[in-house]
Nanobody, 123 residues
Framework: VQLQASGGGEVQAGGSLRLSCASS????????VGWFRQAPGQEREFVSS????????YYSPSVKGRFTISRDNAKNMVYLQMDRLKPEDTAVYYC?????????????????WGQGTQVTVSS
């Protein structure tokens, strides 16, 4: 499975970006999908995840209320709408496909990873 994350860029604080994750196979449509991020010198951290049907979503406390995850299984696509961005959201964002149909916050439960897209938020 190949994952392609896109939509990153540079925005000012308070702005918005929409990240997209495209999958080469329907595996992503049958499994939970998540977004993680990694800032320079820091561990990769969980951002958000969604189950196969889109009925269950999880968010890290730092992004809850500002980010929205969604998916379009017909297109093998998952999205992360990021609003009211802050400088501390600056990181490389990765999408990942889980090992099951469920949403999860655990990094070890994700089996396929994309290459990442850079998000830079300036103050």
């Amino acid at each position: 499975v190949q994952l392609q994350a896109s939509g990153g860029g540079e925005v000012q604080a308070g702005g918005s970006l929409r990240l997209s994750c495209a999958s080469s196979r329907r595996t992503s449509s049958n499994n939970g999908v998540g977004w993680f991020r990694q800032a320079p010198g820091q561990e990769r951290e969980f951002v958000s995840s969604i189950d196969r049907n889109g009925g269950t979503t999880y968010y890290s406390p730092s992004v809850k209320g500002r980010f929205t995850i969604s998916r379009d299984n017909a297109k093998n696509m998952v999205y992360l709408q990021m609003d009211r961005l802050k400088p501390e959201d600056t990181a490389v964002y990765y999408c990942a496909v889980g090992r099951s149909v469920y949403a999860t916050t655990l990094r070890r439960e994700f089996q396929y990873w994309g290459q990442g897209t850079q998000v830079t938020v300036s103050s």
